[in-house]
């Protein structure tokens, strides 16, 4: 059974980083594009970067462009979300969603807290 876990969130300060990570076990990690959601109180779960199988093309949100950055290691079945310069709108519950056709899996989510 498929199964993805989200690891890596808490507290940080403003201006303060985090690298979140997303285990994958139970399909075959290279052939899903992979996607990093994050979900505030309150408001709608949003897109925040993707990642092609190879990793050779990345898309982010306009709101994250130049401060977070998806990659993944196929050989560990993990995808990662760099994220610098926090800033307290970024606080939120992060997600990982693998995606193929007619499949896609979701992580139960990890908290970001940006606060001072």
């Known amino acids: 059974q498929a199964q993805l876990v989200e690891s890596g969130g808490g507290l940080v300060q403003p201006g303060g980083s985090l690298r979140l990570s997303c285990a994958a076990s139970?399909?075959?990690?290279?052939?899903?594009?992979m996607n990093w959601y994050r979900q505030a109180p309150g408001k709608e779960r949003e897109l925040v970067a993707g990642i092609t199988t190879t990793g050779g093309n990345t898309n982010y949100a306009d709101s994250v462009k130049g401060r977070f950055t998806i990659s993944r290691d196929n050989a560990k079945n993990t995808v990662y979300l760099q994220m610098n310069s926090l800033k307290p709108e970024d606080t939120a519950v992060y997600y990982c969603k693998a995606r193929r056709t007619g499949y896609a899996y979701w992580g139960q989510g990890t908290q970001v807290t940006v606060s001072s």
């Open positions: 139970g399909l075959f990690f290279s052939s899903y594009y």
